[in-house]
């Protein structure tokens, strides 16, 4: 049996340290904010390249605090992509704004600089990008527009902890970027937590008013703000763990050279740009019987998951945010697509090389009858 993903591994290889560390914490009295989550803001501020970064509690409140920090707010639309987790969407209309999707490039599944540009209108406050699977959007091209319509440019970098172009850092691209530490991230608590990063000391004071009840200064309730703070026990966790990002991030990195050199030539599987764009939170191969290949490695005992099963203005929720299918065909057709296959720091190579010996012959033979009745 070959789990889709086993966070129990990567707790025994740093138990004595977390546990060190959990322990101070509960010992300590103090259990919101305080020194491990400062402690944790300023390491992970230095490891993003950015002046700060503002812990909160999710990493759907780090895009809702930044994108109101963008004074982003109720007739203000917000350019996105349908290519993502629905959490992106849903914190654009937590500010009261209207999320305006485009459709995501086909090689790269982040979002098409090139209709961004025609998305923007006279209400356009802020692009919302999505660096989908840890590889990062094109944030030159991004930027570009955003400065030449006066734009604030925030990134969703939920999945892409420490993915680098130029030797620059998914977060530190736009005014503000936003990070998840869900448990299953690439840096993930032992429970909830989210930070927002920014180079704009006038950003981050406004994050830190606004998560904490819209406080500037003790008891002062400046701004309608919300309660959206770090637990300490998590900026405990999130420290000690935040030393072994680029060690996992390096093993992610082989573990996705290994699938790409195992799995057969006419899988299709994610592209880079460069060296380090992409972090490989997800690695999604592509199959035109996806559901039937999906179960047959269940069958195989691999466990397998789908990023996502349908893009965001196909969910029931959001359904009226486009309209319907066909409106954004790249994203449609890559969600029908789509099969993750396990990927995490302590996956061993006889485990990849299992897993990808088992979609090489299952595709085969999932491909045959297509491929006879052609014939
Ligand atoms: C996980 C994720 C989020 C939401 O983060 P939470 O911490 O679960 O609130 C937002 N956007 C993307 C792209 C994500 O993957």
Redesign the pocket.
């Known amino acids: 049996m070959i789990p889709f993903l086993d966070l129990r591994r990567q707790y025994a290889g740093i138990a004595d340290d977390l546990e060190a560390s959990v322990l101070a914490t509960l010992r300590s009295g103090q259990y919101v904010l305080g020194e491990p989550v400062e402690c944790f803001e300023e390491n992970f501020a230095t490891y993003c390249g950015t002046r700060h970064a503002v812990a909160v509690s999710?990493?759907?409140?780090?895009?809702q605090l930044a994108l109101l920090t963008a004074g982003v707010g109720p007739g203000d639309e917000v350019i996105t992509v349908p290519t993502?987790?629905v959490?992106?969407v849903a914190?654009i209309l937590y500010c009261g704004a209207t999320p305006v999707l485009v459709d995501v490039d086909p090689e790269t599944l982040t979002m098409d600089p090139a209709q961004c540009a025609r998305a923007v209108t006279p209400r356009t406050k802020a692009i919302l990008p999505?660096?989908?699977h840890g590889r990062l959007a094109d944030m030159a091209a991004l930027d570009a527009i955003a400065y030449a319509n006066r734009l604030t440019l925030i990134e969703?970098s939920?999945?892409a902890h420490g993915a680098r172009r130029d030797g620059q850092r998914a977060g530190s691209f736009g005014a503000m970027g936003?990070f998840?530490?869900?448990p299953g991230?690439n840096l993930g608590a032992a429970g909830?937590?989210?930070a927002v990063t920014t180079n704009d000391d006038g950003l981050a004071s406004r994050l830190r008013a606004l998560r904490d009840w819209g406080q500037l200064e003790r008891g002062v309730h400046a701004l309608r703000g919300y309660n959206y703070r770090m637990d300490a026990i998590q900026g405990a966790v999130l420290g000690v763990k935040l030393r072994h990002l680029d060690g996992w991030t390096a093993a992610r990195r082989r573990i996705a050279g290994h699938y790409d050199a195992a799995l057969a030539p006419e899988i299709r599987r994610p592209a880079t740009s460069g060296p380090e764009d992409h972090v490989y939170?997800v690695y999604a191969i592509e199959s035109e019987d996806r559901d039937a290949l999906r179960r047959d490695l269940t069958d195989a005992g691999i466990g397998t998951n789908v990023h996502y099963m349908r893009p965001v203005h196909l969910q029931p929720a959001y359904a009226d945010l486009a309209n319907g299918p066909g409106s954004f065909p790249v994203a449609e057709a890559y969600a029908a697509r789509t099969l993750s296959l396990p990927i995490f720091p302590e996956l061993t190579g006889p485990e990849v090389e299992q897993v990808a010996a088992a979609v090489n012959a299952l595709s085969e033979r999932t491909h045959e009858p297509r491929e006879r009745a052609i014939a």
Do not use: I, N, R, W
């Not at 999710?58 to 895009?63: E, P």
């Open positions: 999710t990493g759907t409140s780090a895009l993502t987790f959490a992106t914190a999505v660096h989908f969703d939920a999945q936003c998840s530490f869900y991230k909830e937590g989210g939170h």
